[in-house]
């Protein structure tokens, strides 16, 4: 008798464990009503204002100690002469790849060895950067190019984040009237900008005019860059 009342109790138990689930997906709450998704953006163009030179030369040869030792006189020469001019945000110097590989015989085996070094000038003052491309001769200029430092960049994303977002309500409160609505309650929102696109960019054929650009500076124009902010949400009308 009581293995029979122990089995009803769990059965009776399982039962209303299944009534409150039924229970509770009723009472789920019906989807919201009325609700319309929407985007806007603004464009910002602004002047960049960095500018980046990556000098840059290869070295190579049968001993790997004899060719690491040119590149890094090499190396050495255009840091003294950049040394001279960098200034902390104006001018910033910084050494950028370094290499020394095997050079492989068609038949197989090392038959040599090759290798590169880099070195990065980068900052505000692009007057004095342009005239250091013509005091560095133990280099070439292997990439030039401008973009946004962080403060004008951070700076322009605030403005253009704030048009988009201007321009979001705006959008919002017409939709609502389009559709016969007083207002409307924002659900969810992102806000998003993009990254301006500079830097670096190749300089064909200029290391074998490199002699004849000795001691001048090269010529520079920084353009203006585009900074884009996107808002996505979505609005309940009511």
Known sequence: MHIKTLTLNRALSAVAAVTALGQAGAQTPPPPQNVVSLSASATVEVSKDWLTVVFATTREGTDAGAVQSQLKQALDAALAEARKLAKPGQVEVQTGGFSLQPRYAPKGGINGWQGSAELIVEGRDTATIAQLTGRVQ??????????LSREAREKVEADVAAQAIARFRSRAEAVAKQFGFGGYVLREVTVASNEP???????????AARASMADEALPVEAGKASVTATVNGSVQMQ
Do not use: D, E, K, N
């Not at 133990?138 to 973009?147: E, H, N, Q």
């Not at 696109?197 to 290391?207: A, I, K």
């Open 197 to 207: 696109h500079g830097g670096p960019q190749p300089m064909m054929r200029l290391q």
């Open 138 to 147: 133990s280099l070439s200029i292997a990439r030039v190019g401008f973009s």
